[in-house]
C-alpha cells in the first residue's frame, strides 16, 4: 500500500505508518489528514493487522505542527471545516478497535502533539519536546488539543501550557503522564514494537472492549468540548492578531498582537 505523505508497512501484525515530509518536519497538510484517513481505514479493515505505530521520520521530529503555509487564504468557515476534519481523522485513531502507539521522536507540537494525544498511548524519545504553541500565532489547538491534553495531564498545567506555549522535554512529559515511557532514540522503535507485541498475543476482542471502555469512562460520550473548540478555532482565523500571528512565524519575527 503506498501513501503520497506516509510510509506503510506491516511487520510481525502491527502497521507501522510513517509520516513521511522530513523536509518539513512531518507538518500536518491536506494531504497527510487523506492519507492518515486512509491508513487508519486499511488498519482496521486487514485482519492480519492488530495495531498500529505511527512516528515521524527523521530525528529532528515527529510532527512539528500543521503547515502554516496553508493557514493564510482559510475563512472563518473554511478554518472551521479543517478543524473538524483534522478531528475527524483524530476520533478515528483514537476510536480504532485495534491500539494506536504513537513513538515520538522530537518535535510534537501543535497538531503533531494532537496527533500522538489521540494514540492510545506514547513513547518518545530522549529528545522529543512536547508543546501546543498555537497561542503564539493567535489561535487555539483545533484538532482536540484542549479537550485531550487536559484529560491526559490535567486542568491546571494544560491551562498553563496552552496560554504560554511553553514546550516540555521528554522527561516532563513522562512526569506529567503524557508519555508512558522514554527510550534513548535508537531504542523507540524497538521498544514501541515490543510493547505492541505484546498487545498483539492478547485476545482482539477484549483488547477492543478496553479501548472502547476506557474512552468512555473519559469522555463520557460528551464530546460538546470538542465542539466547542472547532468554534472557537474558527472565531480566531477572524481575528486581526490570527493574520499578524501566521504573518509573524512565516517572517521569524516577533508577533505584535493587538486583542482585535
Do not use: W
Not at 496560554?163 to 524497538?190: C, F, H, K
Not at 478555532?233 to 516577533?254: H, I, S, V, W
Amino acid at each position: 500500500m503506498t501513501f503520497d505523505t506516509l510510509l506503510f508497512a506491516i511487520e510481525n501484525n502491527t502497521a507501522i505508518i510513517t509520516i513521511n515530509r522530513p523536509d518539513k518536519l512531518n507538518a500536518l497538510n491536506k494531504n497527510v489528514f487523506d492519507d492518515l484517513d486512509k491508513a487508519v481505514d486499511a488498519v482496521n479493515e486487514n485482519p492480519e493487522i492488530h495495531s498500529a505505530l505511527i512516528t515521524g521520520a527523521g530525528s529532528k521530529a515527529f510532527v512539528a505542527g500543521a503547515d502554516i503555509t496553508e493557514f493564510g487564504s482559510l475563512s472563518i468557515v473554511e478554518a472551521r471545516q479543517l478543524s473538524e476534519r483534522g478531528q475527524q481523522v483524530f476520533f478515528k485513531i483514537e476510536n480504532s478497535p485495534k491500539p494506536f502507539v504513537a513513538a515520538v521522536n522530537g518535535f510534537a507540537l501543535g497538531g503533531g502533539c494532537e496527533l500522538a494525544m489521540s494514540c492510545h498511548f506514547r513513547l518518545c524519545s530522549d529528545n522529543a519536546k512536547f508543546g501546543q504553541p498555537e497561542v503564539n500565532l493567535g489561535l487555539i489547538p483545533g484538532y482536540g488539543g484542549t479537550q485531550r491534553l487536559t484529560q491526559l495531564i490535567g486542568k491546571g498545567k494544560s491551562m498553563e501550557l496552552q496560554m504560554t506555549a511553553q514546550m516540555i522535554d521528554a522527561q516532563e512529559a513522562l512526569r506529567l503522564g503524557l508519555v508512558n515511557y522514554v527510550t534513548p532514540s535508537d531504542d523507540l522503535l524497538t521498544r514501541t514494537k515490543e510493547i505492541l507485541a505484546v498487545i498483539n498475543s492478547k485476545a482482539p476482542l477484549a483488547v477492543a472492549k478496553i479501548i472502547e471502555c476506557i474512552n468512555h469512562a473519559v469522555t463520557n460520550n460528551n464530546y460538546s468540548g470538542f465542539e466547542k473548540e472547532v468554534e472557537a478555532f474558527g472565531f480566531t482565523f477572524g481575528t486581526e492578531d490570527m493574520l499578524e500571528g501566521t504573518q509573524a512565524f512565516l517572517e521569524k519575527r516577533k508577533a505584535s498582537f493587538k486583542g482585535k
